[in-house]
């Protein structure tokens, strides 16, 4: 009885889990962009869809800056800026008639329903975007922001399991 309570949590959390952002470049399911925008500073934009929180996307986005400043050798970053937002899509269906009446003279008059994709439906999507500044410790940077700074190796050590 247990395993099969068990098995079924299993199976609802990886069909869900499916359809949230998965971490990677960005795709038609969403994902990480960046660009270079100085020697030791980058703008890092995390994608998420209607099934991924502002929570989890704060936190890949946490994640990739951590990447982005191990790989270009730096030890900390500092967030300057957070300019993350929530988009709103409104997807709006081609079909006008969700349903029609057919008649034929085998089997009479005949009424095919189809989805109502008369109505638009509207969604949002968590974008988060920092820009972030990297630094080396013991740098002129390191000192000026030695309260807010984060370090990268921590964040990757801490959400390594929670992320891949």
Known sequence: MYNKIFSKICLISLILSACSTSYGPLNFMGGYEEKRIGKDMMEVK????????????????????????KQFGFDFFV???????????????????PFRTVESESVGVRTVVSPDLTMNTTSKNSVGVYVIGMFKEGSKD???????????????????????
Request: hydrophobic share 25%.
């Open 79 to 97: 967030v300057l800026k957070d300019q993350s937002y929530e988009e709103e899509l409104t997807n709006s269906p081609t079909i006008n008639q």
């Open 46 to 69: 995390f994608y998420g869809n209607q099934h991924t929180s502002k929570e989890k996307v704060s936190q890949l986005l946490l994640y990739r800056c951590a990447e982005l400043t």
């Open 142 to 164: 390191y000192s000026q922001y030695k309260k807010s700074h984060i370090k990268a190796k921590r964040i990757l050590k801490e959400y390594k399991n929670y992320i891949k």
